[in-house]
């Protein structure tokens, strides 16, 4: 079928639609699956944050099939391209995309009844032609006016709605104490609360490679790391801090089931050696808590 085809075949384009909505919500949530594999679930949050965090996900999803659904037979009974305008408002955030709609959206038009030209619904007379154009309010012309398929934009607007409260019930929960872990002696997961700047990080043959600008006070970066003989081999540790405020510091944390030690590694003048013989074999979480430094780069490995 060619797109001139499909453009006069309505049931071909809502087929189109459909599919690439169904797309969408399987890369959604095959998104949100991902995350939770890759991270070992939501382990150090309360259930509640990625309930809510999903909900906002399927509403703005909702909302976008809605109002997309209307600029879809907005677009057809003006004659513009309804395909294009709804793939903008996927894209583009159904807010913006809404926006950009009115913003370029096509008047509604008729035929010159003297040479066929097509003019504006309300014109007097024919820009082509110059005939006087009678105005009649006719039923067709109060049903074209008519704002149409209220319930498509109801339901757009309800799914809006459903999709703020489920933001702020996020919100609330992040802030309400108890809900995130922040704590970098927990066996937990830590959730950082905060931001850092022109992060690097990577974990290659062993070695743990990070540096950052700055970042907030508590910013907890982590890598897994394995024992295989805690008798023999030591965390060997090359961290410099490029900028030390007062009062700042850099806290290493070792931590493996109930067992946490920390090592203040602000101002190392050599490569910390850290002996591992208090541990047992297997992974083992270390962490490093950034307060106040800025321009780190580190290298640590277990071996």
């Given at each position: 079928m060619t797109y001139k085809e499909n453009r006069k075949n309505p049931m071909g384009q809502s087929r189109w639609l459909l599919i690439a909505a169904a797309v969408i919500l399987l890369l959604v949530f095959g998104s949100f699956g991902l995350f939770f594999a890759v991270s070992g679930g939501f382990d150090g949050v309360s259930i509640l944050l990625p309930l809510f965090l999903l909900g906002v996900l399927f509403f703005w999803?909702?909302?976008?099939?809605?109002?997309?659904a209307w600029v879809y037979q907005d677009c057809?009974?003006?004659?513009?391209?309804?395909?294009?305008?709804?793939?903008?408002?996927?894209?583009?955030?159904?807010m913006i995309g809404f926006l950009l709609y009115f913003l370029r959206r096509r008047e509604i038009r008729r035929n010159c009844s003297a040479c066929g030209h097509s003019v504006a619904l309300r014109a007097k007379y024919c820009e082509e032609c110059g005939a006087y154009i009678e105005i009649q309010e006719d039923m067709g012309m109060k049903q074209r006016q008519r704002t149409h398929h209220r319930k498509l934009i109801a339901a757009g607007v309800v799914s809006l709605v459903l999709m703020i409260a489920c933001l702020a019930g996020f919100i609330v929960s992040a802030a309400t104490a108890g809900n995130v872990n922040t704590d970098p002696s927990s066996d937990k997961t830590v959730w950082n609360m905060g931001?850092?700047?022109?992060?690097?990080?990577?974990y290659?043959?062993?070695?743990?490679?990070f540096s950052f600008k700055s970042a907030s006070d508590g910013f907890v970066e982590e890598r897994r790391m394995e024992i295989e003989n805690a008798h023999t081999q030591k965390l060997y540790a090359d961290i410099s801090c490029g900028s030390v405020p007062e009062g700042a510091s850099l806290i290493l944390w070792l931590v493996q089931g109930e067992k946490a030690e920390s090592v203040d590694v602000t101002d190392l003048s050599e490569p910390l050696e850290y002996p591992l013989d208090e541990f047992e074999n297997g992974k083992i979480r270390v962490r490093l808590q950034i307060n106040g430094v800025k321009d780190v780069a580190s290298e640590i490995t277990v071996k």
């Amino acid at each position: 079928m060619t797109y001139k085809e499909n453009r006069k075949n309505p049931m071909g384009q809502s087929r189109w639609l459909l599919i690439a909505a169904a797309v969408i919500l399987l890369l959604v949530f095959g998104s949100f699956g991902l995350f939770f594999a890759v991270s070992g679930g939501f382990d150090g949050v309360s259930i509640l944050l990625p309930l809510f965090l999903l909900g906002v996900l399927f509403f703005w999803l909702l909302m976008s099939v809605f109002f997309g659904a209307w600029v879809y037979q907005d677009c057809k009974k003006r004659g513009d391209d309804p395909v294009l305008w709804v793939i903008i408002i996927f894209f583009a955030t159904p807010m913006i995309g809404f926006l950009l709609y009115f913003l370029r959206r096509r008047e509604i038009r008729r035929n010159c009844s003297a040479c066929g030209h097509s003019v504006a619904l309300r014109a007097k007379y024919c820009e082509e032609c110059g005939a006087y154009i009678e105005i009649q309010e006719d039923m067709g012309m109060k049903q074209r006016q008519r704002t149409h398929h209220r319930k498509l934009i109801a339901a757009g607007v309800v799914s809006l709605v459903l999709m703020i409260a489920c933001l702020a019930g996020f919100i609330v929960s992040a802030a309400t104490a108890g809900n995130v872990n922040t704590d970098p002696s927990s066996d937990k997961t830590v959730w950082n609360m905060g931001v850092i700047t022109m992060s690097m990080s990577n974990y290659w043959d062993g070695v743990w490679n990070f540096s950052f600008k700055s970042a907030s006070d508590g910013f907890v970066e982590e890598r897994r790391m394995e024992i295989e003989n805690a008798h023999t081999q030591k965390l060997y540790a090359d961290i410099s801090c490029g900028s030390v405020p007062e009062g700042a510091s850099l806290i290493l944390w070792l931590v493996q089931g109930e067992k946490a030690e920390s090592v203040d590694v602000t101002d190392l003048s050599e490569p910390l050696e850290y002996p591992l013989d208090e541990f047992e074999n297997g992974k083992i979480r270390v962490r490093l808590q950034i307060n106040g430094v800025k321009d780190v780069a580190s290298e640590i490995t277990v071996k």
